[in-house]
């Protein structure tokens, strides 16, 4: 998931996104409509970031296509079943969403969305989708909610588990809104309502600065408004220290504990 | 001169000096203050050395409502101490009106005299909001001449126990930053070790490793190292976000000292006492955390516009 304001910070998460694809290997399908592909070409992007591309796309590694060409879902399996046959070890496909929205329904883009979290849960493959922030507030929840198993961003990691969310990497001003949007997520099924509380793992959280904390308090404010607890797992000692300058164990619903029995 | 006498309001902010020569005189200003401060329900705090509590003690006598503590437990750094105040006040679940006297430590070297001078106009800004009051007494035998001008310019009020005054020297916070008293540090002499241009949100956690890994010079804890990092992400996360861009984000690293710099060039000027209040009042929480998580931040203002953050653990 890429969460970007501007152009700029678009470009440069689309490049270091390609250029990991094509450090590991992997089959990376580019999704462009003709509007992108005349404004801002990936290969531009590329080219602009440094990323060398030409010899992928000789090979056929780097592939940019239209909306339609994978559009129906025997056709996305398909590509991906193609690459790993022909010897590729894992599969990468991205594109925006907001145009992607553009020559297809809402409805159809989340069904594309619905297919491609499942072609990621059942194959090694990866799959990038930028939202603008204008666009993340209402989207994102959605967004969210089908990344069943979890997000990955190239700074955050969260993995849904039986009592709750785990969180890997750091949390700051570039990624906040995907961790607000995990947690509502998270917050919001019908385990965590059950149950009652949510555990919020934190030992693999290297960083949290106040956007970070921000985002935990917005993200399960309506779970503890219920009555939901928040229990934030084991954080390490500079996260902790940041959680205890904003008085996090004091507002309503959470508590902070060290790592579990 | 005549002296305006002014008693001290309950229920509002205070913040007096007590100058005095010797034991006789600091116990004539503090018992009215004490006495004062419990027959007004409040809490009262007499803090000092462990052997002038043990004097104060027997003078003073025991109260339900009247604690003693020790300068070494409860003074240990400026900026912590500051924040520890404000902090009793901010989480007090009923409103809550404090009585403090003592001898502010004010440590053994200039820098130290500097860096608690600053803390005694800093609590003008930090506590003013709160029913604080503060009698801050001053050894004029021990102390030397400019400790006791920049006395004067941090507290709005001198006494000597029956007689209260309006000092004339008293300067607002922001003016007393300014002001050669204060003696507030500059950036480093020489080049900096990490001097870099950001533009956007998505280069944070780059810079963060950029610095983190020129944070290591002896004589730094890791544990500063860590926070000094930490506020300035918060100060750079901040002028991205209000300052102009680019922003300039410079590091010098030691002796036995780190030092950050954010520089943007943005409209506007930046307000110097910015990150004082606690949020719930208003104002940046980003620079509020940034405070805490380093000793010494100072906000300045550059000519032509923009603002400039100094961060140093030391």
Known sequence: MLIHRTEQERRAGVAAWVARGLEQGAKIVYVETAEQSSDRPLMEVLQDQSVPAEDAVASGQLEVLTPEEVACESRLEELVGRALAGGYPCFRVGGEVATAQTVMSRDDHVELERVVERLCHDWPMGALCQYTEAEVRTVLPTATALHRDGIRHPQLQTMRRPDGIALAGEVDLCDHLVLCSALIAATSSAAASAAGSVVVDLSRLEFLDVSGGRALLRGTAEYRRNGGQVRLRSPQPAVDRLLDLLAMDREPGFTVEEASA | ?314
């Open chain 2, 1 to 314: 001169m005549t002296a305006q006498v002014e008693a001290i309001t309950p229920g509002r902010y205070s913040h007096d000096v007590l100058l005095h020569d010797n034991d006789a005189q600091l116990v004539a200003g503090m018992k009215p203050f004490v006495e004062l401060g419990l027959a007004s329900g409040g809490q009262v705090l007499v803090h000092s050395t462990e052997a002038r509590v043990t004097m104060l003690r027997e003078v003073l006598g025991t109260h339900p409502r009247l604690t003693y503590g020790l300068d070494c437990e409860l003074y240990h750094a400026p900026s912590s101490t500051l924040f520890a105040y404000q902090r009793v006040f901010e989480d007090s679940p009923e409103p809550l009106e404090m009585w403090a006297t003592g001898t502010v430590p004010l440590g053994d070297t200039e820098t130290e005299h500097a860096a608690w001078g600053r803390y005694e106009s800093a609590v003008n800004e930090v506590l003013r909001p709160y029913a604080f009051h503060g009698l801050c007494s001053y050894d004029t035998q021990a102390l030397p001449p400019h400790v006791i001008a920049a006395a004067k310019a941090s507290h709005p009020h001198v006494t000597a126990g029956t007689e209260r005054w309006m000092s004339h020297e008293y300067a607002e916070p922001a003016a007393f930053l300014v002001d050669p008293l204060a003696a507030v540090p500059g950036a480093p002499v020489g080049e900096p070790d990490v001097a870099v241009e950001v533009s956007c949100v998505a280069e944070l956690p780059g810079v963060r490793r950029l610095l983190s890994r020129f944070a290591l010079p002896d004589g730094v804890s890791r544990q500063a190292a860590e926070g000094l990092v930490a506020a300035t992400h918060e100060a750079l996360a901040n002028a991205l976000q209000h300052g102009g861009l680019p922003v300039r984000v410079e590091l010098w690293a030691g002796p036995a000292r780190l030092t950050c710099r954010v520089t943007d060039h943005g409209r506007g000027v930046p307000d110097l006492l910015a990150g004082y209040r606690h949020p719930r009042r208003g104002g940046s929480t980003g620079l509020w955390a940034a405070r805490q998580l380093c000793e010494n931040v100072f906000i300045g203002d550059l000519p032509g516009g923009g603002a400039s953050v100094l961060l140093s653990t030391a």
